[in-house]
């Protein structure tokens, strides 16, 4: 199964606090983070896209505030979230400098992930950093999001961001080496589960089983929520061992995890879910050359739309059609109405001086649009 890690094209990589952050003084484990990027830095230059989704800004920011309860209030939570970002994001910039990288920081909430607007926004930065060869370090934003800091639901955050992302695997670095039949802590006779390739409520009800107690336990539920929602977006994710230094690697090497395999791949899902969820809220009528571009596999310029029938809002969804009416394509949409109506036959290039800002310079991108 590690010849998924090797192939992949694009990984995220999920860490959480306990992993980071030494739970007893409060300090980054400086030695530990060195070594994941050392993996990191062995996958890129693998030619593969890295990001990275990291917890750890609470547990490095209370130790400045000086707040060493056990239990912090949610505003303090999201005081210790604020001050520690910063460190984080230094830790970050140092060890990914240290091999020739550049880093970029991302905050982010679930709601970034789940609104199509912010979906479409977030998703060009990641796409273009990547391109770049930049590694994006995801954060949740707690010093807003109220959900996940009081959940620690970030295992589905890191989710959500992989499939936004067109992801081909997530991996979910853990104090225990993957899902077992019972908390192995606790229970002797636990096995083992290496693959799973339907999450069924036997499976689910392993998790629930390994609620609290032993390592790795408590999220082992949020963990099998997010591979629901990875697989059904087409990437695979496994959960590994993040105690042990270089973590990534001996996953590579084939050290032991679970695997969870999505059927289909990151696009397919993708396109699944425009063409066959989504409601469509308006409508594009294209020329001919248009038509002929899209069954080339093209975005749609402003320059091949011949009329806009709204409304709707940037990152709905909307039926394009030819001239005779005939839908051929259902996409997402990246100008609401009104903008739509004032470049639709324009250039790409005269957007600007059109709505007086530098938008897209297509009308629908071709890994947004799905052809009928």
């Known amino acids: 199964m590690s010849k998924l890690l090797d192939n992949a094209k694009r990984v995220v990589v999920k860490i959480g606090s306990s992993l980071l ?28 896209d890295v990001m990275i989704v990291s917890s750890g800004a609470v547990a490095l920011g209370r130790r400045d505030l000086s707040l060493d309860r056990s239990r912090l209030k949610l505003d303090e939570k999201q005081a210790a979230a604020a001050v520690g970002q910063i460190r984080l994001a230094h830790a970050y910039q140092d060890a990914l400098a240290a091999h020739g990288l550049t880093v970029a920081q991302l905050l982010v909430t679930l709601d970034d992930t789940e609104e199509r607007r912010r979906y479409l926004n977030a998703r060009a930065t990641v796409d273009t950093l990547l391109r770049m060869g930049v590694v994006p370090v995801i954060n949740e934003n707690d010093t807003v999001a109220t959900a996940e800091i009081r959940f620690g639901d970030n295992d589905r955050l890191a989710a959500r961001v992989a499939v936004m992302a067109g992801a081909d695997l997530l991996v979910l670095l853990s104090d225990i080496d993957g899902l077992y039949t019972a908390d192995p802590t606790m229970d002797d006779a636990a096995e083992h589960i290496a693959e799973v390739d339907d999450i069924s409520t036997t499976i689910e009800g392993m998790a629930g089983q390994a609620r609290d107690g032993g390592p790795g336990s408590g999220g082992m539920i949020t963990k099998i929520a997010a591979a629901k929602i990875a697989v059904s977006g087409g990437c695979h994710m496994l959960i590994g061992n993040g105690r042990v230094q270089n973590p990534v690697g001996k996953i590579s090497e084939g050290a032991k995890t679970t695997w969870f395999k999505a059927v289909a791949s990151p696009k397919a899902a993708r396109k699944k879910w425009i063409s ?50 005939t839908q051929i394509a259902r996409g997402l949409v990246a100008y609401g109405a009104a903008d739509a109506g004032a470049i639709m036959g324009a250039r790409s290039q005269d957007i600007e001086d059109i709505l007086g800002f530098a938008g897209r310079d297509v009308m629908v991108h071709r890994d947004d649009l799905v052809l009928d």
């Open 21 to 48: 952050v030494n739970p007893e003084n409060g300090e980054l484990r400086q030695d530990w983070l060195k070594s994941l990027i050392a993996d990191v830095a062995a996958l890129k230059s693998a030619g593969k």
């Open 276 to 325: 066959g969820i989504l409601q469509a809220t308006g409508t594009l009528v294209v020329d001919a050359g248009a038509v002929a571009a899209l069954s080339r596999g093209k975005s749609l310029l402003p320059a091949g739309v011949k009329a806009v029938n709204g409304p709707f809002d940037r990152g709905d969804a909307v039926r394009i059609l030819d001239e005779t009416g």
